[in-house]
């Protein structure tokens, strides 16, 4: 329908629906990273690659510093959390340039580009094993090649739909992932070793938790158990629930909790949400 709409204004709410289902890839792609989802390794690995350049995180690098953001989650003093936000927060980049993720795709393509020409980054350096960097560098040629390939082939067909297909829907589409994915640890408490006070559960409805989000929204028993699927989160909140802080219990209560404490932590880097944890 976004296809065919090309040219007209109901493009505009039509490749805004189109993005915001591709950008929910992301939620696919962290499962597929975990290798959770399917009992097969070389399924993961496939549907992983897939998702990594559908939602445009290089998946050779990500995946190692992945682990770094489950063992040291927001660590931002030695133990680096590449995933972790910056204290004190830039609420600009927050609420403006990454609700479309313009500076994450930036940084991407900067890094893809080093790395396709064997540069290597910081977080290749700190993360990536030497033995995987060899397919890391192979994989970021095959990107700039795809990528390079739809700018010539919208070039040479005079349109620049091909481009709204490849790449951009991980932009235009990503203010409700931005904003959903934020809950995870915004506000939170850094540099702890107990997940239950960097980490936080929201419950969401059944089409933005569960067919969009891949569960996700149980991020603190994530945390607490990277390995169990994504389907039995919520049976596995049911077990331990009375082991963690409450959970927020919608979007927007998540959203009202973790807004202010954002912005408090724009200009006080200490602040954090007190998590109320069982005795």
């Known amino acids: 329908m976004a296809y065919l709409s090309w040219g007209t204004w109901w493009a505009i709410p039509l490749f805004f629906i189109f993005g915001t289902v591709y950008s929910f890839a992301a939620a696919r792609w962290h499962e597929y990273g975990h290798r959770s989802v399917f009992k097969t390794r070389w399924l993961n690995d496939f549907f992983y690659d897939i998702t990594s350049f559908l939602t445009y995180f290089e998946p050779v690098s990500w995946r190692w510093s992945h682990t770094h953001h489950h063992s040291r989650t927001i660590h931002i003093k030695d133990t680096l959390d590449f995933e972790a936000l910056p204290r004190p ?14 500076k994450r795709i930036y940084y991407e393509s900067k890094k893809i580009i080093l790395h396709s020409l064997g540069i290597m980054t910081q977080v290749a350096i700190d993360c990536v094993p030497e033995s995987e960097r060899p397919r890391m560098i192979l994989t970021s040629r095959i990107w700039v090649a795809i990528i390079l390939g739809t700018i010539l082939f919208a070039f040479l067909i005079g349109s620049f739909l091909p481009i709204m297909y490849v790449v951009f829907p991980a932009m235009y589409g990503w203010p409700l992932v931005h904003f959903t994915a934020m809950l995870q640890h915004g506000g939170l408490k850094a540099n702890s070793w107990d997940h239950r006070e960097s980490t936080r559960t929201v419950i969401l409805n059944p089409m933005h938790g569960w067919l969009l989000y891949f569960n996700m929204q149980y991020h603190l028993e994530h945390h607490l158990f990277p390995q169990v699927p994504f389907y039995n989160l919520p049976k596995l909140n049911k077990i331990i629930k009375d082991q963690l802080p409450p959970a927020n219990p919608n979007f927007y209560h998540g959203l009202k909790e973790m807004i ?7 200009k006080d880097p200490e602040y954090y949400v007190i998590r109320d944890l069982p005795k």
Do not use: C, R
């Not at 202010?260 to 724009?266: N, T, V, Y």
């Open 260 to 266: 202010p404490a954002l912005f408090k932590q724009s």
């Open 89 to 102: 927060v830039d609420a600009t980049a927050l609420f403006v340039t990454e609700v479309f993720s313009i």
